[in-house]
């Protein structure tokens, strides 16, 4: 009776310091989240590790996605209590009418996720807690908000399991990644049948493929190749050109690469391939008429991944799924579906004027 009485103790004593410790976490004096100005939040990022953060959070993309969509880029930054560092958040901001758009990252802004760079060591209480306070910060300036999370596991982080609870909308999207670590013969051995064909017939029809010389010019003629490419399908080309001039900086600082293909002498596809760390990442590729007859973007794929290979490049990105046409083209290729995740939060006054603003657009 005497030790059942003793362990009684004990078990309230580890209950009533657990509570303690949640509460604690619960505690929104210990979460102080503020916005930034870009230079003191590349301040905060040097204090990471430059080979494990992505070129997503670094000055060359954030001030590349600026200078192409027209968006202003912001800090978040949450500090505990005595003002030392728990995570930082690169923010996009649009203005659309009299609503303020937010995201880490925002859609149609050609990146792949972002959200906060936690320090080590934070568990996942702490790392919802950070996301909560963000979230506050963030909702009294936002109509929008936009979260978009890195999960190489498909499983979204834990510490967002309770994001949905804020009221915002999960959103699913599909991808095609290949471990290119498996080394050349066994990355041709993994494709289908019929993307070794096609990379065989393009060989056989002449076609020649090589990194490309790129610079505005080469940029310009990429950039009407692809409109092209929309047109034959009555769209319209969503990406501003300037987007794509302005990717020379990531090409000339070693962060991308571009491949042409090119039959008697004339380019008849292309495609720009962006590298982050130890990833390769499928950010644009199109072809005219020739290039489709001669199966050229299947060749450039080739070459690419080949180049990946002598860099030290772990995983390629097909970068998404959702049109069958290309679907098909990409699944050639092999590779692991995964998820990658997005949540969305709307005000009430935007969902109420979205649907409007949609039609006049």
Same mark, same amino acid.
């Given at each position: ?27 929104? %004096? ?279 290979? %002598? ?51």
């Amino acid at each position: 009776n005497g030790c059942k009485s003793i362990l009684k103790f004990l078990n309230n004593k580890v209950m009533s310091l657990t509570n303690k410790n949640s509460k604690e976490l619960l505690d929104e %004096s210990l979460y102080l989240s503020k916005w930034i100005d870009l230079e003191e939040y590349f301040d905060y990022l040097k204090g990471f590790s430059n080979t494990t953060v992505s070129v997503y959070y670094q000055s060359i993309w954030l001030n590349l996605i600026q200078a192409s969509f027209g968006v202003k880029a912001r800090g978040l930054v949450t500090l505990n209590s005595e003002g030392h560092l728990l995570a930082i958040t690169p923010v996009m901001l649009s203005q659309k009418g009299p609503f303020k758009l937010l995201g880490s990252p925002l859609s149609g802004l050609n990146t792949s996720y972002s959200g906060p760079l936690f320090i080590d060591q934070l568990s996942i209480k702490q790392k919802e807690n950070i996301i909560y306070s963000q979230h506050k910060l963030t909702l009294m300036i936002g109509s929008y908000i936009e979260w978009g999370i890195n999960s190489p596991q498909s499983n979204p982080p834990l510490y967002l399991n309770k994001i949905e609870n804020l009221g915002y909308t999960h959103i699913e999207r599909k991808t095609l990644v290949l471990d290119i670590s498996i080394g050349e013969e066994n990355l041709w051995m993994s494709f289908k049948g019929r993307a070794r064909t096609s990379i065989r017939k393009a060989k056989k029809c002449g076609v020649i493929v090589k990194v490309a010389n790129s610079s505005e010019q080469w940029f310009m003629a990429y950039y009407e190749m692809l409109g092209n490419t929309f047109n034959k399908q009555n769209k319209v080309n969503p990406h501003p050109e300037i987007f794509f001039k302005n990717i020379q900086s990531l090409v000339d600082a070693g962060e991308a690469y571009c491949v042409q293909a090119e039959f008697e002498g004339r380019i008849i596809a292309a495609a720009i391939f962006l590298m982050d760390n130890k990833n390769l990442l499928y950010l644009s590729g199109t072809s005219n008429d020739e290039g489709m007859r001669y199966s050229a973007s299947s060749l450039i794929q080739w070459k690419a991944m080949c180049l990946a290979l %002598s860099f030290g490049i772990i995983n390629y990105d097909m970068n998404g799924l959702g049109i069958a046409s290309i679907d098909k083209f990409k699944r050639g290729f092999g590779g692991r579906e995964i998820t990658n995740h997005r949540w969305v939060y709307k005000t009430k006054a935007f969902k109420a004027i979205e649907p409007i603003a949609k039609w006049m657009t």
